[in-house]
Each structure stands twice: as C-alpha cells, then as structure tokens.
C-alpha cells in the first residue's frame, strides 16, 4: 500500500454565518495515531467529514500525496471515500441486514450497477469480509441483523466494514461516546491494533482527555472552528486544556468528571 | 469533591423568582392557546357552512304527497324516501319454499359474472403489480431527503400527482379511446391511478427513514444508487408491502367499476343491469363485489398484520 502525507492547507467551512472549521493548516504522516479533542460544536466532526467529502469545503485545499482531494466528482469522489474509510458515533449501520452484509458495504466502490442492486458479491469478497470480522472478534455474528447487536459489537462491525474498503486513513467520529467503558476500551484496542498492525493512519475524533493521552501519538485540539493545539499527548497542561474547553470559571478542571474509564470515577461520587 | 466545585461554580438559577417567572410564562402559553383554539375553531364552523350552503344542504324543494297534493319540504327528508324507493326495486323475491330456484333466478347470469369476476381480480394484481414498479421506482427520486436534486424531486412529485390526481374512470375513458375496449385499458388506467397512489405513500415513508446507514453506505464511496438500495429500501420494506397490500384491496373496487366505461370486469355488467332497468341484477353485482371484497380485505389485513409483526403472538 503507498503511504502518503495527509496534508490540509486553509481548509474552511461556513454554514451560513457560523464558520464551523476555520482556516485548518495540517499535515498528517502515514502511520500517525491522531486524536482530535474539542468541546462540542468545535468542529471536529465537520473537519473529519470535510476530509472523506461528506460535505464539501468552503475554501482551502485538502491533498493526500500528489493528488488534490477537494475537486473531485463522481466516479474519483467515491474512489477517495473508499480510500478513506469512515466510522461513526452512531455506527451507521443498517439495522436490518445482516453483519456480513453489512460489512460487504464497505466493497461496493469496487461493484457495477447490476451487481450492487443484486446484492451480489464474488466468494473472495466474502472471504475478506469474514477475515475482518474475524480480526474483531465479530465472526460468529455475521449472519446476524446488525440492529440485534449491542454498540460495541455494532462499532466493531463498523470497522469491519471500514477494513474492506482497504483504506488508506482511518477516520473515526466520536467512536466510543455512545459506548460504556468496557466496549469503548474494546474499540479503541481495535483502532489501535489496525494501527500499529496495517501502517494505517487513524484520526479520531474524542470526547475525553484520558482516551487522548493514552492512545493517541499526536492530539490536535480545537476551538470555535480552530487548532488551539497540536502535539504529543504529553503537551496537555491543564493550563492548555482550560483553554481548550473554555472552562476557565472552573476553580479546578476535572478530568476524571468527563472520564469513561471504570476506575475512579464511583469514589468521587459516593464522596 | 470535584462535583461539589462544579456545582458551586455553576448554581443553579432558582428561587421564588424562577418560580415567578414560570408561572408568568405559563400564563401567557395558556392564553395563547385559547386564542388560537377558538380561532380554528371559528374558522372551521364558517368553513363548514360555507360549504354546506354551496352543495344545498339548506335548499328547500316541492315534493308530491300520496294524496296529489303538494308540498314545500327541506331537501334531506324529501330525498331520503326515494334512496328507499330505488334499493327496495334491486330487492329479489326470495320464498323459503322455493329457495333454491329463486336463488338461481337472482343469479342468472352466474358464468358470465364468474368470468367477469376472475377478469376484475386479474386486472387489480396487474395493475397493482405496474403500480408497485412505477411507484417504488419513482419514490426515492420524490421524496425530499433523497432527491438527487430538485428538478428530479419535481418532475417525479408532479408526474405521480397527476398520475393519482385524475380518478381511474377518468384514465379508463382516455384508455378505452386508446387501446379500443377491453381489460388492458382497465389495467392501465387502475396501474397508473395507483403508481401515483403507491409513489406518494412509498415516498413519505422514505421520508421518515434514519438517514444514518445512508450516510455509511455514502462515506464508504457508495452510489446514490447503492445508498438506497442498501441504506433505504432495507428500512422501507415491510411498510412498502403493507401499502401494496392495502392498495389490492382498493384495485379491486376500482377494477370492478371500470368496466362502466368498458375498460373490462365486472362494471360492465352493473352498465348492463342499470340501462336494461335489471334492478334485482344490481344486488345480485353488489352481493359479489361486496363478498369478494369482504374475502380479500381479511386475507390482505392478515398478510399485512403478519408483515408489520402484529397479531404475531394472537
């Protein structure tokens, strides 16, 4: 697989009078491990989607490699979104078809017409949908509907599906903040494995600091649409994370108040 | 201890004024919702007169009574008498001696209403089937949150409006004309009056879908094609059954009418029976459309109950 610098110069989107990414100059290097923090509404989810062209960007220019991502139509559009796999807070699956199937979604930028409307899909990509699932422990949930599954095992589906795709970028929204502790470590292990095992980039986007620091190589932190920070995990001071959340009325942040981990969090409470 | 320092941070807003205020708003929400319901209300009543007033539900007509002379009576208890006159002729003379023959009498012409009856379900599944094509095809393009794009939104609402607007007599007459008289008209006219039917219930159940899988199948560099094939009609598909159900049971009373302007089925006998003043003919025409009717609502209700997962335990 070619590995290639994700780069991300002046990237900007406006949703009317609100400027929800501003002016985001990035590079991101192959195999890097990004965590993406911010308060909700700092435009993290909108970076991420303006990255697979989910929606499109107001200005600026999104390169991966040699080739400009931000003007593609049609049929290099979906070749790009194959290329940059996707997965969800809400794991965007559908409910109603089984996991296999599911996971088979993730071939589709490879299909014709006939062939996707018939559902129709050769034994090889069955073969590498099983050997996903079975990467994430999910194989013998395959001829299940994926709307019987719990969020954690749903999440891994989802990346089963992202796995197929044989992307080039992980991108992850929110992917464990529907998730209970036990599952969310459980999918955050995945991404992480996928990570160190296929040389695969993986930006994410989280909603708690301990996630962060303790998976991530690199954290970028936003605010009102731009990066505030950009480093190793270790750069977070609570001074920097006060600026980041805007919480400087608080006498002391606490980390341990937005923290899914299992640990400390029921003694602060009995106390 | 860090939760007692955010909460002291942050108090609460509370206290009598919090109180005050609320009941301030409440009134206020409450006085507007008065206004409001007697308004409608006011509006509705003038509506409905209004209209009861153009159609001469107050009109005042001269009837003739029984002993010659005549009358002025209000329109509704001079008219009602004469539905009595016209459903008491289609009557049958039905003797418990005679059961049998007259039974036989009633109807007569049971091979050639057989037929007809066959030929009128026959054009209700073809029609329904054209309508379940043109109409699951054409709901995706006319529903709003998956229009490619609005002009296709347009075209698609406006062909299935126009497709549902002009009742199936009305496409009948138009195919008779075309396709000269016969069943094939019928089931045009009763398939295209039920694409647009079909199209529009399809579509607004299109509209009511997750968005979320297709959002999935689209990030994965999917088609808008492969997005509702995989993201929509999953979600969509046992209300589509359920609405196709429902719409047999319809096209086989549209089917059984149709035939009035010869577009095929039971219609043309009922055409038949009213020119050649065959009252008892007409009963006999509604006893079967009526139970044959009766028979493929429960059928279709239980399909569809099964289908939407209810009554599965009963």
């Known amino acids: 697989m070619e590995r290639h610098a994700l780069s991300l110069t002046g990237l900007t989107r406006r949703f009317g009078e609100n400027t929800a990414v501003d002016a985001v100059t990035l590079t991101i290097d192959p195999g890097q491990f990004v965590g993406v923090i ?23 220019e999104i390169v991966f490699g040699d080739r400009t991502v931000n003007d593609l139509r049609g049929k290099a559009l979906r070749d790009w979104r194959r290329h940059c796999a996707m997965i969800f807070q809400q794991f965007n699956l559908v ?107 993986v930006l994410t986007n989280l ?37 980041i959340y805007g919480s400087a009325g608080l006498e002391e942040f606490s980390e341990s108040v937005t923290s899914t981990s299992i640990q400390p969090q029921a003694e602060t409470i009995s106390a | 201890m860090t939760l007692t320092a ?87 003379t039905l003797r418990w001696e005679s059961l049998g023959a007259d039974l036989a009498e009633w109807f007569w012409r049971w091979q050639v209403w057989l037929r007809l009856l066959i030929e009128t379900i026959l054009i209700a599944f073809m029609a329904t089937t054209l309508g ?58 009763v398939g295209l009056h039920a694409t647009g039917a079909l199209g529009k219930l399809y579509s607004e159940a299109n509209e009511n879908i997750d968005m979320a899988p297709l959002e999935g199948v689209k990030a994965a560099g999917g088609t808008w094609f492969d997005q509702i094939r995989y993201g929509a009609v999953p979600q969509v598909l046992p209300n589509i059954i359920s609405y196709t159900l429902l719409r047999f049971e319809i096209n086989v009373r549209a089917s059984s009418i149709i035939g009035y302007v010869g577009a095929g089925g039971l219609g043309q006998e009922i055409r038949t029976a009213m020119s050649f003043q065959e009252y008892t003919d007409l009963s006999a025409l509604f006893v079967i459309i009526f139970v044959t009717v009766v028979v493929i609502d429960y059928g279709s209700e239980k399909l569809r109950h099964r289908v939407i997962g209810l009554g599965r335990e009963g």
């Open chain 2, 132 to 189: 379940v094509i043109g109409g699951f095809v054409l709901s995706f393009p006319a529903s709003r949150n998956l229009a490619p794009n609005k002009w296709v939104l347009w075209i698609c609402r406006h062909y299935l409006e126009i497709a549902r607007t002009v009742p199936e007599l009305v496409w009948a007459l138009i195919f008779v004309f075309c396709f000269s008289v016969g069943p094939m008209a019928g089931v045009l006219a």
């Open chain 1, 95 to 201: 409910d109603r078809l089984d996991v296999l199937t599911n996971v088979l979604v993730g071939r589709l930028a490879h299909h014709g017409f006939a062939t996707s409307m018939a559902m129709q899909f050769s034994d090889e990509e069955r073969t590498m949908a099983i050997e996903a699932l079975d990467r994430l422990d999910m194989a013998p949930k395959a001829l299940q509907r994926a709307g019987t599954l719990s969020g954690g095992q749903q999440q891994r589906v989802a990346i089963a599906r992202a796995l197929v795709q044989n992307p080039r970028i992980m991108l992850a929204d929110e992917p464990i903040a529907s998730l209970d502790p036990g599952n969310a470590t459980k999918v955050m292990d995945a991404l992480r494995r996928i990570n160190r095992e296929d040389g695969l980039t």
């Open chain 2, 6 to 92: 955010e909460l002291t941070a942050y108090p609460p807003v509370s206290g009598p004024s919090a109180v005050a205020a609320f009941e301030r708003d409440f009134a206020t929400k409450r006085r507007r919702a008065r206004v409001n319901w007697a308004v409608g209300s006011a509006l509705f009543l003038a509506a409905f007169l209004a209209t009861a007033w153009l159609g001469d539900f107050f009109k005042v007509t001269q009837v003739t009574l029984q002993d010659g002379s005549r009358e002025w009576r209000w329109i509704i208890p001079a008219g009602l008498p004469r539905l009595g006159e016209y459903v008491v002729q289609t009557f049958p």
């Open chain 1, 38 to 60: 911010g308060r909700s509404g700092a435009g993290k989810s909108t970076l991420l989607r303006l990255i697979n062209r989910l929606i499109d960007p107001s200005a600026g």
């Open chain 1, 207 to 243: 909603h708690t600091l301990d996630t962060a620091r303790s998976y991530c190589d690199r954290v970028i932190a936003m605010r009102d649409g731009r990066v505030m920070f950009d480093g190793p995990a270790s750069g977070l001071t609570d001074r920097v994370v006060r600026d």
